[in-house]
């Protein structure tokens, strides 16, 4: 109450899934009303509504328009003018948004307020009777984007300009371009090879005038560069100039394609961004007329009103944002949410016992391994081991402060949601972007069964975590809270077909949120089939694997696809051997980890869709590191970079994708240590910078960038930039100037090493002859063993690392005579070493 005391309102069950609220106020001015579900404030609480007394003779306000709204939807209020009539009152609605405003006067004494608010956020709403604010006037309201699904496409027009005199490098892979406009802008471009054989330059022109291009090729000018262009007036993208015409902007229909035209005919060039907002996300459709025009076509699944922003060479064209008041038949979709607070974990120190645990029901745990790599580069195994049934953890004592690498993997395949960052000492930046979010529940699951999936909360800090779950039937959620920054989360849904989970921390979805899956029907036959002869190794790019399928007796028909790590799909050859006995045959053409999805009527069959390492597997998503000026603070129109080392991370797919208020030009080019990604921001705001490595976030992805400066484009909702790189083996040179490599700072202890094995004393010719080796209490360090004969070097030598610094290893001699074998653990002998061999 405005005088601090509290005060408790009715709560009565209406036992139709509603209650009520009442509440008779004993005070004037401002309340703060608290609504908690299970001790948990639902959305939008505290709401904040003024009390007037009815006898003051002021003009008041009040309606739920004034507490909360949401984006896309009318919000509404009344205002009681107690006979003063609707003509000196004056509204104002302030916000992240134009809203439109209408009033009714409904001739009893109350006008009615609506408005329309087009994006979440805080908004402050004016009313003014004679030029005076009215009493608890202006009013706070708060807007969600509670339910609002978005989609966008974008359509390229690029000036290509073929540079002045004869430019003829044959490799312009390790070329990259940026171009300068008059005012100073610099932005990469993209070099092309023209039709002529020439090299030639696509941007996209904003300034009238000469620009310079610089042409470099590792850090150097090429011959001839920086090049000077000119440009003209007619080639600038004027958004002004373009028309949109179609009944489509104005009004639409559920489940029907929604038509509209564009014409940019005149508009010079520059790149249409299109997103479409609402209820429901709309499938967009665009077609080139090849007369330069484009038709464009929506459906939205869900009646409401839709947001439509239409921009060219990053500006609104006239009349965006649109207001599309959509209206027809729904899905009947179901909506289900629930909200926890998430406390902060207390911090970790040096030398204490750091925990990360995870559920992983149906593996066995003997397949699952763990490493940690330090701030400084080491890595180290880690303890695993299971807590209870299908709940593990991995155990690490940290050396040093800082943010060190987890990683965990299962069949050698890293799981959903790892690597991990897990930060010793004080934590360096929260929020979202920071949980990370794995298991089966985010990508398939059966109806009437649970399906669960973890949520990583611990590098975010404290705040609210909201996880829904929509789709054709009702989910019913079950949390658990760990208490050590992580919680896991299972959910049962009633009906097949297509669900979308959303993970949302503070308001804000956390990377790669919402979640789209298929709720296959209940299992049926799809449990008697079993997968045999399944390849776990071996596998390369564009060769043909197979493996068997039995159907157990079961009624149906068999189905399967290959998705690639870039996300394409391929069917599989499916042939029958036998009645009972299906040979599946696939050609995958990327290396990476490719998903094989094995169907029978429709429903995943047991452990579908089966994870398989395609090529050497050697890229590792947690040996990728960035760093640069570009992911730290940046200003707009100064083009920016950063480096991504892949150096020793194998070779790979790196896609890097960049969010923010504003559309960046981007390019990414090959170094010596990696690959360079240059871009140049046009609106200042937050950017945060995604970084995978065969479809997994590196440490610190995604990365929070802040831009300053001035805006040099429209602001619209989120825009999304990116560029895919198939990358080649890299390995780290020495540096210039003499130094080499620099090893990692060992501690270790080489007198307590212990070997044991026959082959330590006696060799056999031409077969393999064993030992082990155990440095499990010496410390970290690199195991060299070598043999030496009458002959030279002996034939073979193996070594097999068994898990915590165990070895063993095999060798074969072909010569009679005596041999000397070395162990060293680092730069020094083991207890024994050197060993004299007899055969």
Known sequence: MPSGKRDQPSVEDNHDGTVSLKYDPKEEGLHELFVKYNGENVQGSPFKFHVDSITSGHITAYGPGLMHGVSGEPSDFTIYTKGAGAGGLSLAVEGPSKADISCHDNKDGTVSVTYLPTAPGEYRISVKFEDKHIKGSPYNTKVTGEGRKRNQISVGSC????????????????????????????????????????????????????????????????????????????????????????????????????????????????????????????????????????????????????????????????????????????????????????????????????????????????????????????????????????????????????????????????????????????????????????????ERGEQGQPCEFNVWTREAGPGSLAISVEGPSKAEIDFKDRKDGSCYVSYVVGEPGEYRIGIKFNDQHIPDSPYKLFMSPAMGDAHKLEVAQFPTSGVQADYPAQFMVRKNGAVGQLDAKVVSPSGAEDDCFIQSIDQDMYSVRFMPRDNGVHNIHVKFNGVHIPGSPYRLKVGKGDADPAAVHATGSGLGDVKTGHKTDFIVDTCNAGAGTLAVTIDGPSKVSMDCTEVEEGYKVRYTPLVPGEYYISLKYNGYHIV????????????????????????????????????????????????????????????????????????????????????????????????????????????????????????????????????????????
């Not at 003997?366 to 695993?384: F, K, N, R």
């Not at 040099?712 to 020495?734: F, I, M, N």
């Open 159 to 442: 000036s290509e300009v073929s540079l002045p005199g004869k430019v003829l490098d044959k490799d312009f892979r390790l070329l990259n371009a940026s171009i300068q406009a008059p005012s100073g802008l610099e932005e990469p471009c993209f070099l092309k090879r023209l039709v002529n054989g020439n090299l030639g330059i696509s941007f996209t022109p904003r300034e009238i005038g000469q620009h310079v291009v610089s042409v470099k090729r590792m850090g150097q000018h090429i011959v001839n560069s920086p090049f000077k262009i000119t440009v003209g007036e007619r080639e600038v993208g004027d958004a002004k100039k373009v028309k949109v015409t179609g009944n489509g902007l104005k009004e639409g229909k559920t489940h029907v394609e929604n038509l509209f035209t564009v014409d940019t005919r005149s508009a010079g060039y520059g790149g249409l961004s299109l997103s479409i907002e609402g209820p429901s996300k709309a499938e967009i459709q665009c077609k080139d007329n090849e007369d330069g025009t484009l038709t464009i076509s929506y459906r939205p699944t869900e009646p409401g009103y839709y947001i439509v922003n239409l921009k060219f060479a990053d500006h609104h064209v006239d009349g965006s944002p649109f207001t599309v008041k959509v209206t027809g038949e729904g899905s009947n979709c179901q909506r289900e949410k629930i909200e926890r607070r998430r406390e902060a974990v207390p911090l970790t120190e040096v030398g204490s016992n750091c925990k990360l645990t995870f559920k992983m029901p149906g593996v066995l745990p003997y397949d699952l391994s763990s490493t940690v790599t330090s701030p400084c580069g080491i890595t180290e195994d880690a303890e695993i081991n299971e807590i209870e049934d299908g709940l593990y953890a991995v155990h690490f004592v940290p050396k040093e402060l800082g943010v060190h690498t987890v990683s965990v993997r299962y069949k050698e395949v890293h799981i959903p949601g790892s690597p991990f960052q897990f930060t010793v000492g004080p934590m360096s930046d929260g929020g979202a972007h920071r949980v990370h979010a794995g298991g089966s529940g985010l």
């Open 700 to 839: 610190g992805s995604p990365f929070k960038v802040t831009c300053t400066g001035e805006d040099l484009a429209e602001r619209g909702p989120q825009e999304t930039s990116s560029v895919v790189v198939e990358t080649v083996h890299k390995v780290s040179k020495a540096h210039k100037g003499g130094a080499g490599v620099v090893l990692p700072h060992f501690k270790s202890n080489a007198t307590l090493v212990t070997s044991k094995g026959m082959g330590l004393k006696k060799a056999y010719v031409g077969k393999q002859n064993l030992f082990s080796i155990s440095a499990s209490d010496a410390g970290n360090n690199i195991l060299f063993v070598g043999i030496y004969g009458p002959k030279g070097p002996c034939e073979e030598i193996f070594i097999k690392h068994m898990k915590q610094n165990n070895y063993q290893v095999s060798y074969i001699v072909r010569e009679r005579g005596e041999y000397i074998l070395l162990v060293k653990w680092g730069d020094d002998h083991i207890p024994g070493s050197p060993f004299k061999i007899d055969t």
